[in-house]
């Protein structure tokens, strides 16, 4: 069974700083890997999708890396502002199309003024 | 991206009614949904995979009785919570895919008192 991992589960840092947010999974067959966010009480949106053949993806302020054979991705926030404050969830997919997602925990971000 | 769209936000309810929500896809067609509940602090855990005409798949400990789906067209799913109890208040969030990539409604957030 596929096991996701968010290191670290909470982070709060002042603003302007770059930040790094980790995720391992333990089985390497993915199909894909999104990164979302979560702001209190909301839905998901989703920022990046890495698939399973690439190495990273750049949208913005954040770059998403995926190495799939050691079962880690990072998700790199640059010039941090307190409006990126939210969850970011890691989740990735069973290399068979069409099965649902597995997701981290989160990590919790604060971002201050 | 696609749009995914819940109705109910929010519901509150007396212990041993029944709730019903629903996923609507609104500028695309799915074929198959799914259904995740994320309890406070928690990440989100897959409850079923909604298939449009046919019967949804549950996951392990999901009982099938208590939490009805049907897909009855290819832009709505509903998940009805059946005799609910405090128990099952949690965040409930539909999603579907694109392609590769996986969109979330934003959620309805069921509280039985």
């Known amino acids: 069974k596929q096991e996701v991992t968010q290191i670290p589960a909470a982070l709060s840092v002042p603003e302007g700083e770059n930040l790094v947010l980790n995720c391992s999974f333990t089985d390497s067959a993915i199909y894909n890997l999104q990164w979302f966010r979560q702001d209190p009480g909301k839905g998901l949106t989703s920022l990046l999708l890495?698939?399973?053949?690439?190495r990273e993806q750049t949208s913005g302020r954040l770059n998403a890396s995926l190495d799939k054979s050691s079962g880690r991705s990072t998700l790199y926030i640059a010039a941090s502002q307190p409006g990126d404050s939210a969850t970011y969830l890691c989740a990735v997919r069973p290399f068979v199309r069409g099965y649902a997602l597995n997701f981290g925990k989160g990590t919790s971000l604060l971002v201050t003024p | 991206g696609a749009v995914v769209s819940q109705h109910p936000s929010r519901v509150i309810c007396k212990s041993g009614t029944s709730v019903k929500i629903e996923c609507r896809s609104l500028d695309f067609q799915a074929t198959t949904m799914f259904w995740y509940r994320q309890f406070p602090k928690q990440s989100l855990m897959l409850m079923a995979t909604s298939n449009e005409g046919s019967k949804a798949t549950y996951e392990q400990g999901v009982e099938k009785d208590k939490f009805l789906i049907n897909h009855a067209s290819l832009t709505l799913s509903t998940l009805t919570v059946t005799s609910a109890h405090p128990e099952d208040s949690s965040f409930y969030i539909c999603?579907?895919?694109?392609?590769?990539?996986?969109?979330f409604g934003p959620g309805t957030r069921l509280t039985v008192l």
């Open positions: 890495i698939q399973s053949s690439q």
């Open positions: 999603s579907a895919n694109v392609i590769d990539e996986q969109f």
